[in-house]
């Protein structure tokens, strides 16, 4: 028997399986909340799961999260799973790959970096895997020390 924590969507982005934890950082990272939308959110943190002993949720309505959206996640919760919904049938599941690069969406720590200048460039960060996954900014070669607190 499935125990309902959060009410099915009609229409929309679910993502399950995420890191115990990590459900507003994955909302952090996807924009969320995004000015001057007034789509239903829902977030529910450390489920009780078999495959994973918990787990967080977190449900967007009337937002289909595209390929580029969903890999960020893969920085902060690489088990993740996704699926699009559409007249509450998933017509869709999206896998995660980790990107090869992330441009935009974090920035430099190092305040000489061409990108942190007054006419800046987007940044952009090679996406390491070593221990877990770390960011190198390709301009200056510095390494993101925390991925989380660095999102623009
Ligand atoms: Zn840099």
Not at 36 to 46: C, D, E, L, N, P
Not at 63 to 74: D, H, M
Request: proline share 5%; charged share 30%; aromatic share 4%.
């Amino acid at each position: 028997m499935k125990e309902l924590k959060i009410s099915p969507i009609k229409n929309g982005t679910a993502i399950d399986h995420i890191e115990p934890g990590m459900a507003l950082k994955v909302a952090k990272l996807l924009g969320i909340p995004e000015p001057g939308t007034r789509s239903t959110v829902s977030i529910a943190m450390f489920v009780k799961s078999k495959k994973m002993g918990f787990k967080d949720i977190l449900k967007i309505e009337d937002r289909e999260l595209k390929k580029r959206e969903v890999n960020i996640i893969s920085l902060v919760s690489p088990n993740a799973s996704i699926s699009i919904i559409k007249d509450e049938e998933v017509i869709k599941k999206l896998q995660l790959a980790l990107p090869k690069t992330v441009t935009g969406i974090v920035r430099c720590s190092n305040p000489n970096c061409i990108t942190n200048r007054d006419e800046p460039l987007e940044s952009e960060f090679a996406v390491i895997k070593e221990d877990g996954v770390r960011l190198r900014c390709v301009y200056c070669d510095r390494y993101v020390n925390d991925i989380l607190e660095s999102i623009v």
